[in-house]
């Protein structure tokens, strides 16, 4: 928290940036009623919940969020598109997804993630969306729920696929990366040596006294050395870094640095070990009026051992925010 308040004491401060995009798809979100039932943690891994699902339109998707909470434990979540398999009735194989984490004690909300590739989703045509979970998480589900969609599960994320039942699963998919009230992604992504495509995003508000504040990314390689790029010009342009970094931009100034590592093991992980392609740095907002509206800017960087180039690391979009 001292660290936090040394780096806030010296951003800029700016007008706000307001911004919270609305889904382009949703179910039962028009209110937050929800099962007050929680999901069990099983020994044989994290759970798996699949949604069948039929694109009503064409959607070019980039993120979702569900209704959800982690009241008793640390807990990471995945929210994935899957294909169908029209001869078994079931999920049959990953298109995209993303990944984030819920600290325990976070109350009912939507929280989500960008998908590590976009999805187009063709008018018609039917998918799955597949939320995994590591146990003892708030399920996803109004009862009331005038959509009621089929429900498949493996607990434990093992054996066959499980039930047919109709299920009130409140999501919301969106058709452009995931923002905040007061906080706006900006420029591109660059991959490496893998298809996915790394992401920011946060979950949580910059409200001043916000605790659990934290920027996530997904996407990214695994077990990897990580580093947070934080900025405090407003009107910073991206700029391409060339042959060094083919594709990749650098989407904020660099005024401070924090590192980490991206996240090695699954949805029941520590947050020390942390769950595949994820990586995240809390960043606890003090309760200080006095920096009330000031400016930040960032975005991640992940170390790439596949990479070929020079400067062998995959850079996130940046996001812009303003302190409330």
Known sequence: M???????????????????????????DANNNASRLFTVKSSLGPNMFAVKWTAPSLLIAQGMRIFTASRYRDNFH?????????VLQQPKARMGGGTYFLPKGTPGGWYGTNFDQVQVLQKGKTYWFVWIEGGW???????????????KTKIGGVGNW?????????????????????MVPVGKSCGGSTAQTPTAFSNTAPNLGNGNFRIEGTGVPSGAPAWLILGRNPNFKPISLGSIAPGCWLNTDLFFLFVGRS??????????VGAAHHVMFPLGLPNDPRLKGLF???????????SSSPLPMVFTNGLRMTLQ
């Open 263 to 272: 996240g090695s093991g699954n949805q029941q992980s520590s947050p020390q």
């Open 2 to 28: 001292k660290n936090t308040k040394l780096l806030l004491a010296g951003l800029l401060l700016c007008s706000a940036v307001t911004a919270q995009t609305k889904p382009c798809f949703s179910t039962n």
């Open 296 to 306: 930040i800017g960032a975005q991640i960087a992940v170390f790439d051992k596949g």
């Open 78 to 86: 995945s929210l994935e598109i899957w294909s169908d398999d029209p």
């Open 137 to 151: 998480s708030g399920i996803p589900h109004d009862k009331q729920g005038k959509t009621k969609l089929t429900l």
């Open 162 to 182: 499980k039930g047919a039942v109709p299920w009130g699963f409140k999501c919301r998919l969106y058709c452009s990366k995931l923002d905040q009230k007061f």
